[in-house]
């Protein structure tokens, strides 16, 4: 029998992520996704560790530009076994579209896969870090459809932008 205090290796393995994102080092990071890792999140939808990680690269290089100052991350409530895992996570951060500061609270989910991660789901209300993140336009429009199709467009569209060209 286990003892309570031992983590199961993904659980570590969740627990290095979260630490490599703290440091922002995104290869860290990518270490821990398979090469058909798909993310989800509420402004985000991606499939292939290329296009995950471009969007972390481009999240931690903003934070190193604009915000390096406030960052912290912090995870906790980890838990996995051999198939799945769980963890909550709480970031402060300026969001470098606007400069606002923000704390967000995140619940995440994970699928393994011989040790790497192959589904990746982020949970956060969209409301509040709207309101936290675009000021008064997201304290009256956040909870709608509208604004949260116009926030995942404009990512979207930062993030191709970002993405460097294949050559």
């Known amino acids: ?45 991606l499939a292939g560790r290329d296009a995950v990680m471009a969007m972390w690269s481009m999240l931690c290089e903003a934070v190193e530009a604009k915000g390096r100052d406030v960052w912290s991350l ?17 970031a402060h951060y300026r969001f470098s579209a606007t400069g606002r500061l923000v704390h967000n609270r995140i619940d995440a989910t994970f699928v393994f896969r011989d040790g790497l991660v192959v589904r990746h789901i982020d949970q956060f209300d969209v409301w509040r870090w709207s309101r936290q ?31 460097p060209r294949p050559r």
């Open 1 to 45: 029998m286990t003892s309570p205090d031992v983590l199961h290796e993904n659980a570590r393995r969740i627990e290095a992520f979260y630490a490599a994102f703290a440091a922002l080092d995104t290869e860290g990071m990518a270490a821990l996704y398979a090469p058909d890792v798909r993310f989800e999140d509420p402004v985000f939808g």
């Open 133 to 163: 993140a675009l000021g008064t336009p997201g304290l009256l429009l956040g909870w709608s459809g509208v604004l949260r199709r116009k926030i995942r467009e404009q990512a979207g569209a930062r993030l191709a932008a970002w993405r």
């Open 74 to 90: 912090e995870a906790s409530a980890i838990r996995a076994d051999a198939h799945e895992g769980s963890a909550h996570w709480e």
